[in-house]
């Protein structure tokens, strides 16, 4: 079955960097659009970045400071996060969607205390 994996989150102070990766398993990931999502406590879940075969899209709100990358030979998908602020404390979410059909991996906290 399919299944995505996050990994790097954690607690980070404001202007430090963490590095979000994404394992995909069980699909054929280069067909894919790959995207980061996050979701702040009490908040709706917002789309962070965009990598697919018609180029790489982010949210105004981390443009400059992340960057969304793919490596289709080893099925992973990374953000690096760079400058954060505590503005940017969620669960990230990794998704892959193709079509009508989507996939989210379990999510992972990011924690940038104020």
């Known amino acids: 079955q399919v299944q995505l994996v996050e990994s790097g989150g954690g607690l980070v102070q404001p202007g430090g960097s963490l590095r979000l990766s994404c394992a995909a398993s069980?699909?054929?990931?280069?067909?894919?659009?790959m995207n980061w999502h996050r979701q702040a406590p009490g908040k709706e879940r917002e789309l962070v970045a965009v990598i697919g075969s018609a180029g790489i899209y982010y949210a105004d709100a981390v443009k400059g400071r992340f960057t969304i990358s793919r490596n289709n030979a080893n099925n992973t998908v990374v953000l690096q996060m760079n400058s954060l602020k505590p503005e940017d404390t969620a669960v990230y979410y990794c998704?892959?969607?193709?079509?009508?059909?989507?996939?989210w991996g379990q999510g992972t906290q990011v924690t940038v205390p104020s």
């Open positions: 069980g699909l054929t990931f280069s067909r894919y659009v």
């Open positions: 998704n892959a969607r193709l079509s009508t059909v989507s996939y």
